[in-house]
């Protein structure tokens, strides 16, 4: 099957309900934001080897790849409006596989409400790799960011932490639990919280890489210190420090928010059925420390993933 067949068949069907795709007919969307909106754009690619095994259902890795796109669209509170797909395939794919890639993408589009709008494929000599841009809209001048902690506000994070890092490291050894490696092949993005959030947050991100060193980055951008206490860190068992604090793949949301937002963020969490927790305030200064539940300093040898 030819490129532009393998679009026909497989693609056109996903972008057909967005008129802005013009059928994957032409070169370019053409794509208007909702009135007194603005555009949130965000790029994400996964490679097999990298972010999925590869032996993983096809479904799953579509689900994944465009899940991690709607993660960083939730972080600016931003609701999904359409998706790019570019797609980089060994040569000796199997139809098999591409139906169940697209059924995942079908099945994650119908969820979240975001539909394709274009893309490209192409041949790889290498492994799969699979690139996604994802739009959404927030009103104009609501879009939470990571520059907006202050001293003061506390720091909450969605859910529980460390259960993707312990579900890859099952993989990887060929152990089951259906919890755990679920929580890393199919990520929660948080979209309705993000919306939640846009009059509430002070600042806000995903937990792709680790809450270290993620929430480093909100302390780098917003020119603020934090402290965190490893024994308000919500996770699914007490084995689970570690992977919490800088084992990645989580993406959950952390955000800041004075302590006056306390009550209507407990309201927020009690409407989504979300648990969201406390687990540490800004400070001034620049340093960010984790202490025990002693008060005691705990040195943190690997603050997240790199890519590098």
């Given at each position: ?106 099945e994650t589009q119908e969820k979240f409400s975001i539909k394709l709008a ?191």
């Amino acid at each position: 099957m030819d490129e532009f067949s393998l679009i026909a068949k497989y693609f056109k069907p996903l972008a057909a309900s967005f008129a802005g795709s013009l059928n994957l007919s032409d070169d370019a969307a053409i794509i208007s934001p909702p009135e007194n909106c603005e555009l949130v754009i965000t790029k994400d690619a996964i490679s097999q080897g990298i972010h999925f095994i590869g032996s993983e259902d096809p479904a799953l890795i579509a689900a994944k790849a465009l899940r991690v796109n709607l993660s960083d669209l939730a972080a600016m509170g931003a609701t999904p409006l359409c998706y790019f797909l570019a797609l980089m395939l060994p040569k000796n794919t199997s139809k098999e596989w591409l139906e169940k890639f697209v059924g995942g993408l079908k099945e994650t589009q119908e969820k979240f409400s975001i539909k394709l709008a274009g893309g490209d494929t192409t041949s790889t000599e290498g492994r799969i790799s699979i690139s996604i841009t994802a739009i959404g809209s927030v009103p104009t001048g609501k879009a939470l960011r990571r520059s907006g902690a202050k001293i003061g506000d506390d720091i909450y994070v969605s859910g529980t932490l460390g259960d993707a890092a312990l579900g890859l490291e099952l993989l990887q050894k060929e152990e089951e639990n259906d919890f755990f490696i679920n929580r890393y092949l199919l990520p929660q993005p948080r979209i309705d919280l993000g919306m939640a959030l846009r009059e509430i947050a002070s600042s806000a991100m995903d937990i792709s890489d680790g809450l270290v060193q993620d929430l480093g980055h909100i302390c780098t951008a917003s020119n603020v210190g934090a402290v965190i206490y490893s024994d308000k860190i919500p996770t699914t068992n007490n084995q689970q420090l570690i992977t919490a604090l800088s084992g990645g793949d989580d993406y959950e949301l952390i955000f800041t928010a004075p302590p006056d937002k306390k009550q209507a963020i407990e309201q927020i969490s009690t409407s989504l059925n979300l648990p969201l927790t406390i687990i540490g305030n800004i400070t001034n200064g620049k340093s960010l420390t984790v202490l025990d539940k002693n008060n005691n300093i705990i040195q943190i040898d690997k603050k997240g993933f790199s890519h590098f």
